[in-house]
């Protein structure tokens, strides 16, 4: 009975436990990201929490506690016996100011930067910002362990919209088994697992022979910095615009070839202004798992990881750039590295967090890489609607994990190009990003 | 004759590796089926290059990939079809 409160986390969980780890070390809130829905009715807090609850008691992984096995160290949920929990919290804030004033920023930022209490199950939490002109934003801040951001996409849909969730088993929401590479995973054994992960070893290996210095490097010494982000908004025309030369330059369906391209090359410039040398510029993108069309299992990280490396002399435009991106991507499919990767991840539920976090950064002298780069394409559409009410916006505010502490993102919302620029204070100065987004637009629109 | 049967062979060939490892279940598939309105993404036109090139034996140059050419797995097959036909006898 005691074994059935218990779930297993995979790899990847594990990964996002040892980068919360070091996140909380560094003075950060932990490994926690948000999604806005910014919405033009007003919803009461009651309704909203009753719909939570409803949910928390038909998932109560929603306030598991994390622990760990004393003698196999591998981390588990521990489901609570009770459905009586302080978590997860529905808050509200009221501003005086419309969306977009400084005192909306501020709040943004300072719920970003506030942590969850995770030792004692508060996974997520949902703010409901209202405004003077009965306008509200209801921003879900989750932490990575409990999920990711397509998972969190689909929680949020689910209390938009309860029918959903009670469709729903425990088990569909947190079976691994739907991803195919999960399912090879599941096959082999240790061993198997400790050899195929060897060429993703070999490619880290590889890559610290050309370590790069990351804008990393200056914030080390700074004391308990906090994490800002800046939105950007393409309009339906720019959008169409950018999509016609994306393919025009990489050809068809490479858009992440050209944002990663546009992105590249404004980092360049950046580190050129700000007086940083390095030889080479590794960038993590991350790739869901999951078959095209579902957005189960929920509760669990379904991503895998593979990092790029682009040496300085190749950032000459977009075609070298975009060439080089296939290429790699290529390679890796080729030699099975995504497995391969995931593999490693897997590696990490056997190890202590802290030591996970050590081995990582022996590899790379604590430079993993120079930016996380994420292109998870249109967001949900069930999410176009929330409890009935439409959804005026979207926006995503990714976790960053350090090093680097910058990271972009790029998704279509009501069929326009958004951007989240998430980054580290001290990296970058408020102005340095706004200017870094204005030049990123800039080359996505002139595709040069 | 022969053609149509190599043709229908590829399209069985992607249609089942589109089915297992790329689409999930509940995604209605067959040959006609709008791909990239279903959700076709980059990586899964890298995934299909790879299976083509490893199972099927035929080298699909991305250049010459439009969007006409990768909207249904129909469509495909018979590119693929003419690549393998070009391949043994020369453009």
């Given at each position: 009975?005691?074994?059935?409160?218990?779930l297993?986390?995979?790899?990847?969980?594990?990964?996002m436990?040892?980068?919360?780890?070091?996140?909380?070390?560094?003075?950060?809130?932990?490994?926690?990201?948000q999604?806005?829905?910014g919405?033009?009715?007003?919803?009461e807090?009651?309704?909203?929490?009753?719909r939570?609850?409803g949910?928390?008691?038909?998932f109560?992984l929603?306030?598991?506690?994390?622990?760990?096995s004393?003698w196999?160290?591998?981390?588990?949920?521990l489901?609570?016996?009770?459905?009586?929990?302080?978590?997860p919290?529905?808050?509200?804030?009221?501003?005086?100011?419309?969306?977009?004033?400084?005192?909306h920023?501020i709040?943004?930022?300072?719920?970003l930067?506030?942590?969850?209490?995770v030792?004692?199950?508060e996974?997520?939490?949902?703010?409901?910002?209202?405004?003077?002109?009965?306008?509200?934003?209801?921003?879900?801040?989750?932490?990575?362990?409990?999920?990711?951001?397509?998972?969190?996409?689909?929680?949020l849909?689910?209390?938009?919209?309860c029918?959903?969730?009670s469709a729903?088993?425990?088990s569909?929401?947190?079976?691994?088994?739907?991803?195919?590479?999960?399912?090879?995973?599941a096959?082999?054994?240790m061993k198997?697992?400790?050899?195929?992960?060897?060429?993703?070893?070999?490619?880290?290996d590889?890559?610290?022979?050309?370590?790069p210095?990351s804008?990393y490097?200056k914030?080390?010494s700074?004391?308990a910095?906090?994490?800002?982000?800046?939105?950007?908004?393409f309009s339906?025309?720019?959008?169409?615009a950018?999509?016609k030369?994306?393919?025009s330059?990489c050809?068809?369906?490479?858009?992440?070839?050209?944002?990663l391209?546009a992105?590249?090359l404004?980092?360049?410039e950046?580190?050129?202004?700000?007086?940083?040398?390095?030889?080479?510029?590794i960038?993590?993108?991350?790739?869901?798992?999951?078959?095209?069309g579902?957005?189960l299992?929920?509760f669990?990280n379904?991503?895998?990881?593979?990092?790029?490396?682009?040496?300085?002399e190749?950032?000459?435009?977009?075609?070298?750039?975009?060439?080089?991106?296939?290429l790699?991507?290529q390679?890796?499919?080729?030699?099975?590295?995504?497995?391969s990767?995931?593999?490693?991840m897997?590696?990490?539920?056997?190890?202590p967090?802290?030591?996970?976090?050590?081995?990582i950064?022996?590899?790379?002298?604590?430079?993993?890489?120079?930016?996380?780069?994420a292109?998870?394409g249109?967001?949900f559409?069930?999410?176009?609607?929330f409890?009935?009410e439409?959804?005026q916006?979207?926006?995503?505010v990714?976790?960053v994990?350090?090093?680097?502490?910058?990271?972009i993102?790029?998704y279509?919302f009501?069929?326009?190009?958004?951007?989240t620029?998430a980054?580290?204070?001290?990296?970058?100065?408020r102005?340095?990003?706004t200017?870094?987004?204005?030049?990123v637009r800039r080359?996505?629109?002139?595709?040069? | 004759?022969?053609?149509?049967?190599r043709?229908?062979?590829?399209?069985?060939?992607?249609?089942?590796?589109?089915?297992?490892e790329v689409?999930?279940?509940?995604v209605?598939?067959?040959?006609?089926?709008?791909l990239l309105?279903a959700?076709f993404?980059?990586l899964?036109?890298?995934?299909?290059?790879?299976?083509?090139?490893?199972?099927?034996?035929?080298?699909?140059?991305?250049a010459?990939i439009?969007?006409?050419?990768?909207?249904?797995?129909?469509?495909?097959?018979?590119?693929?079809?003419?690549?393998?036909t070009?391949?043994?006898?020369g453009?």
């Amino acid at each position: 009975m005691k074994q059935k409160s218990r779930l297993a986390l995979n790899g990847l969980d594990c990964l996002m436990l040892a980068f919360d780890h070091q996140l909380k070390k560094n003075g950060y809130a932990g490994n926690q990201s948000q999604i806005i829905l910014g919405l033009d009715t007003r919803i009461e807090i009651d309704a909203v929490r009753k719909r939570l609850t409803g949910l928390a008691s038909q998932f109560p992984l929603i306030n598991a506690s994390l622990r760990s096995s004393f003698w196999k160290g591998r981390p588990y949920w521990l489901l609570p016996v009770t459905e009586t929990s302080a978590f997860p919290e529905v808050r509200t804030h009221f501003i005086e100011d419309l969306p977009g004033a400084s005192s909306h920023e501020i709040l943004r930022r300072q719920l970003l930067n506030t942590p969850l209490n995770v030792r004692h199950g508060e996974l997520l939490r949902l703010d409901l910002i209202y405004f003077q002109d009965r306008r509200m934003e209801i921003i879900m801040t989750w932490h990575h362990i409990l999920m990711d951001a397509r998972g969190a996409e689909y929680f949020l849909h689910m209390i938009g919209n309860c029918s959903v969730g009670s469709a729903l088993s425990l088990s569909e929401t947190v079976d691994d088994t739907l991803s195919p590479l999960r399912k090879r995973m599941a096959s082999i054994d240790m061993k198997e697992k400790l050899r195929l992960a060897e060429p993703a070893f070999g490619w880290i290996d590889r890559m610290a022979l050309l370590r790069p210095v990351s804008l990393y490097t200056k914030l080390k010494s700074l004391p308990a910095p906090k994490l800002d982000f800046r939105i950007d908004v393409f309009s339906l025309p720019e959008t169409e615009a950018i999509m016609k030369r994306s393919r025009s330059t990489c050809g068809v369906m490479n858009s992440s070839a050209y944002f990663l391209s546009a992105t590249l090359l404004t980092l360049a410039e950046l580190y050129q202004q700000k007086g940083i040398e390095t030889r080479s510029y590794i960038v993590s993108s991350t790739i869901d798992l999951r078959k095209i069309g579902t957005r189960l299992p929920i509760f669990t990280n379904q991503a895998g990881v593979l990092l790029y490396e682009f040496k300085s002399e190749d950032l000459l435009d977009y075609s070298s750039v975009a060439n080089l991106f296939r290429l790699q991507t290529q390679e890796a499919l080729r030699n099975d590295m995504l497995f391969s990767n995931l593999c490693t991840m897997e590696l990490s539920r056997f190890m202590p967090s802290w030591l996970y976090v050590r081995k990582i950064k022996k590899a790379l002298r604590g430079e993993i890489a120079s930016l996380l780069f994420a292109n998870p394409g249109v967001t949900f559409q069930g999410l176009s609607t929330f409890m009935d009410e439409p959804v005026q916006y979207q926006y995503h505010v990714p976790a960053v994990v350090t090093p680097p502490g910058i990271g972009i993102v790029y998704y279509f919302f009501s069929g326009r190009l958004q951007i989240t620029l998430a980054y580290a204070e001290g990296l970058l100065s408020r102005e340095e990003a706004t200017g870094f987004l204005a030049d990123v637009r800039r080359r996505l629109l002139a595709g040069k | 004759m022969e053609t149509k049967t190599r043709r229908q062979l590829i399209q069985t060939r992607l249609l089942g590796f589109l089915r297992e490892e790329v689409f999930d279940a509940q995604v209605t598939l067959d040959e006609h089926t709008d791909l990239l309105e279903a959700g076709f993404d980059s990586l899964a036109l890298l995934r299909l290059l790879n299976y083509s090139e490893q199972h099927l034996g035929v080298c699909i140059p991305e250049a010459q990939i439009t969007g006409d050419r990768i909207r249904t797995v129909y469509n495909m097959a018979e590119w693929i079809d003419t690549l393998e036909t070009e391949k043994q006898t020369g453009p």
